[in-house]
T-cell receptor, first 112, second 115 residues
Framework: KQEVTQIPAALSVPEGENLVLNCSFT??????LQWFRQDPGKGLTSLLL?????REQTSGRLNASLDKSSGRSTLYIAASQPGDSATYLC???????????FGSGTQLTVLP | KAGVTQTPRYLIKTRGQQVTLSCSPI?????VSWYQQTPGQGLQFLFE???????NKGNFPGRFSGRQFSNSRSEMNVSTLELGDSALYLC??????????????FGAGSRLTVL
């Protein structure tokens, strides 16, 4: 059974800092890995998707890497801004059921 | 291109009632998945529909059911509501081929409160 773990559970940083969010998964047989952002009471916004054959993806100030063999992914956020404050969720698509397994998220607060 | 649309966005029910939630996928997407999000359990997979057939199912009791129509719109139903069913229910759609296969796009969710 796939399990996804995110560390840390919460993170508070001053504006302008670069930061790294971590995600680990137990079964390396994945189709892809996605990073989502969720604002309070809202749905999920997809940030980056890495296919199983890829090593990283970049979008603006965000960079996500994937090391499938070790079951790890990192989300790097450069020059953080207060508007980046949200919960960041990592999810892997795997298994014959093709279902997304989510981590419990990292709640990020960027202080102005 | 319109996104995934879920209705209603908010609803309040009492224990024992039933509820039906609706999801309209992105045009051309034939796969629709449903997820439940609660503070205690996080995001959990409910089921997936493709071409009007349930293709996969998560570990939820039979009170949770769904269906998909020929236009790919999907509904999920929860019968005999319990307090623990209070959650944000998220729907996601994906296309079934090409380089965007297996990429799920989520709707804004339906927030259910059971009193």
């Amino acid at each position: 059974k796939q399990e996804v773990t995110q560390i840390p559970a919460a993170l508070s940083v001053p504006e302008g800092e670069n930061l790294v969010l971590n995600c680990s998964f137990t079964d390396s047989a994945i189709y892809n890995l996605q990073w989502f952002r969720q604002d309070p009471g809202k749905g999920l916004t997809s940030l980056l998707l890495i296919q199983s054959s890829q090593r990283e993806q970049t979008s603006g100030r965000l960079n996500a890497s994937l090391d499938k063999s070790s079951g790890r992914s990192t989300l790097y956020i450069a020059a953080s801004q207060p508007g980046d404050s949200a919960t960041y969720l990592c999810a892997v698509l795997s298994g014959s059921a093709r279902q997304l397994t989510f981590g419990s998220g990292t709640q990020l607060t960027v202080l102005p | 291109k319109a996104g995934v649309t879920q209705t209603p966005r908010y609803l309040i029910k009492t224990r024992g009632q039933q509820v039906t939630l609706s999801c309209s996928p992105i045009s051309g997407h034939r796969s629709v998945s449903w997820y439940q999000q609660t503070p205690g359990q996080g995001l959990q997979f409910l089921f997936e529909y493709f071409s009007e057939t349930q293709r996969n199912k998560g570990n939820f009791p039979g009170r949770f059911s769904g269906r998909q129509f020929s236009n790919s719109r999907s509904e999920m139903n929860v019968s005999t509501l319990e307090l623990g069913d209070s959650a944000l229910y998220l729907c996601a759609s994906s296309q079934t081929g090409g380089d965007r296969a297996n990429v799920l796009t989520f709707g804004a969710g339906s927030r259910l409160t059971v009193l």
